[in-house]
T-cell receptor
Framework: AQTVTQSQPEMSVQEAETVTLSCTYD???????LFWYKQPPSRQMILVIR??????QNATENRFSVNFQKAAKSFSLKISDSQLGDAAMYFCAYHRTGQNFVFGPGTRLSVLP | EADIYQTPRYLVIGTGKKITLECSQT?????MYWYQQDPGMELHLIHY???????EKGDLSSESTVSRIRTEHFPLTLESARPSHTSQYLC??????????FGQGTRLTVV
């Protein structure tokens, strides 16, 4: 069965600095999708960024980018120019067509003013 | 904004009561999910559905039940609430090859 590991239960970053959240996953498949979701306190879970495994190019969305290392099964999220509104739980997720999502345990990110 | 809605947002109820948590989506998605999540903790899949009249139990054993009579509606029912059911319940639907959309959650407290 696929598993997703986030080895950092908590992280903190100074406002305007850069932080990287780690995620590793285990799969024997070659075609799948990876996601980072953000859950602010008492607010809705929203998609931050998405990566198709067949694409070698790392996905980027404004201040958010990923470092996708398929052979190493690693999918880290980099947040540049961190803002107070980035404070949230971040969940890494794996999905393969026809299967359910597999979520990691989450990383709580604090942004320090 | 995702078109998936959960009601109520907050619910405090006495032990032994029957409750139904509502989840609706207007995106026409076949796949829908219920997750249980203690605040700030990981998600646990408790039920899912791949379409009308299809329901399955998830990875986490739950005393709740679900139904899927219409594509857009996926309610979760607790026949007899207990304090151990106190948690947040998240509903999600999935758009094939794109992403999962989440509702705002229902925070349930059983006293």
């Amino acid at each position: 069965a696929q598993t997703v590991t986030q080895s950092q239960p908590e992280m903190s970053v100074q406002e305007a600095e850069t932080v990287t959240l780690s995620c590793t996953y285990d799969t024997s498949e070659s075609d799948y999708y990876l996601f980072w979701y953000k859950q602010p306190p008492s607010r809705q879970m929203i998609l931050v960024i998405r990566q198709e495994a067949y694409k070698q190019q790392n996905a980027t969305e404004n201040r958010f980018s990923v470092n996708f290392q398929k052979a190493a099964k690693s999918f880290s999220l980099k947040i540049s120019d961190s803002q107070l509104g980035d404070a949230a739980m971040y969940f890494c997720a794996y999905h393969r067509t026809g299967q359910n999502f597999v979520f990691g345990p989450g990383t709580r990110l604090s942004v320090l003013p | 904004e995702a078109d998936i809605y959960q009601t109520p947002r907050y619910l405090v109820i006495g032990t032994g009561k029957k409750i139904t948590l509502e989840c609706s989506q207007t995106m026409g998605h076949d796949k829908m999910y219920w997750y249980q999540q203690d605040p700030g903790m990981e998600l646990h899949l408790i039920h899912y559905s791949y379409g009308v009249n299809s329901t399955e139990k998830g990875d986490l054993s739950s005393e709740s039940t679900v139904s899927r009579i219409r594509t857009e509606h996926f309610p979760l029912t607790l026949e007899s609430a207990r304090p151990s059911h106190t948690s947040q319940y998240l509903c999600a639907s999935y758009s094939p090859n794109t992403e999962a959309f989440f509702g705002q959650g229902t925070r349930l407290t059983v006293v």
